[in-house]
C-alpha cells in the first residue's frame, strides 16, 4: 500500500515570495491534515479536511496561508507572502476516518520549508 | 486545550540498553499514538493506543487511561532507534487533530 506523498521535498525561498505544496493521502483515505512543525517543536494542525470540506481551519493564518482539497483527494497547501517564521517543515497526514482505530494518521515525509 | 508532556527531553543510550519514555497528558483521550520521527524527519507510526498494552518487536506500549500516562518501551536498543519520539493524542470533542507533546530525543551509540 503506497503511503502518503508529499512533494517538493525542499523548498527555499525568499521572505514575501509564495510557495506551493502538494499532497497524495493514502487511497481512499476520507481525512486529510496539513501540520505545521517548527524545529524543535511537535508538529501542530494548520487544516483538516474531511472529503473535500474544512473541518477545522482555525489555527491557519488565513491572511497568508490557504489550502484546498478538490474532488476530495489531493490537497495544496500555499503561503503567499511567506515571512521568515514560516520556515519549518510543513506534514501532511491522511486517515480512513476522523476518530476511533480507523482514524490511525499517517504522515508523508515533510516539505523541509526555509525562508531567507 | 489538552497539555500533552514527555520525558525525559533527552536520552542517551548505549547499544544494547533498555529505556522507558513517558508520556502525561491533561485530559481522557480517545486517541493516542506513538511515533517514530526518523533523521530524515519522517514520522513513522508505533503504536495506537488509547488503553491497554501492545507490542511489536523490540517495542511495548501501555497506556492507562484512568491515570492519562501511557509508557513507550525500548529494549535492547540499536543505533537505528534515534531519533525522536512523540505521544500524540486528541480527545473527540476538542476534534480529531493530534496534540504532539515536544518529543524525547533519543541518541543510542555503538
Known amino acids: 500500500e503506497a503511503g502518503v506523498a508529499q512533494s517538493p521535498r525542499y523548498k527555499i525561498i525568499e521572505k514575501r515570495q509564495s510557495v506551493a505544496f502538494w499532497c497524495n493521502p493514502i487511497?481512499?483515505?476520507?481525512?486529510l491534515y496539513w501540520y505545521q512543525q517548527i524545529l524543535g517543536q511537535g508538529p501542530k494542525l494548520l487544516i483538516q479536511?474531511?472529503?473535500?470540506?474544512?473541518?477545522?481551519d482555525s489555527q491557519l493564518p488565513k491572511d497568508r496561508f490557504s489550502a484546498e482539497r478538490l474532488k476530495g483527494v489531493d490537497s495544496t497547501l500555499k503561503i503567499q507572502p511567506a515571512k521568515l517564521e514560516d520556515s519549518a517543515v510543513y506534514l501532511c497526514?491522511?486517515?480512513?476516518?476522523?476518530?476511533?482505530?480507523?482514524?490511525?494518521?499517517?504522515f508523508g515525509a515533510g516539505t523541509r520549508l526555509s525562508v531567507l | 486545550g489538552i497539555q500533552v508532556e514527555q520525558s525525559p527531553p533527552d536520552l542517551i543510550l548505549q547499544e544494547g540498553a533498555n529505556s522507558t519514555l513517558r508520556c502525561n497528558f491533561s485530559?481522557?483521550?480517545?486517541?493516542l499514538q506513538w511515533f517514530h520521527q526518523n533523521p530524515w524527519g519522517q514520522l513513522i507510526n508505533l503504536f495506537y493506543?488509547?488503553?491497554g498494552t501492545k507490542q511489536n518487536g523490540r517495542l511495548s506500549a501501555t497506556t492507562v487511561a484512568t491515570e492519562r500516562y501511557s509508557l513507550l518501551y525500548i529494549s535492547s536498543s540499536q543505533t537505528t532507534d534515534s531519533g525522536v519520539y512523540f505521544c500524540?493524542?486528541?480527545?473527540?470533542?476538542?476534534?480529531?487533530?493530534?496534540?504532539f507533546g515536544k518529543g524525547t530525543t533519543l541518541s543510542v551509540s555503538s
Open positions: 485530559d481522557s483521550v480517545n486517541n
Open positions: 487511497s481512499g483515505h476520507a481525512t
Open positions: 497526514a491522511s486517515s480512513a476516518v476522523a476518530g476511533g482505530p480507523g482514524g490511525i494518521q499517517y
Open positions: 493506543i488509547p488503553s
Open positions: 479536511f474531511q472529503n473535500n470540506g474544512v473541518v477545522d
Open positions: 500524540a493524542v486528541f480527545l473527540f470533542r476538542a476534534g480529531t487533530a493530534l496534540i
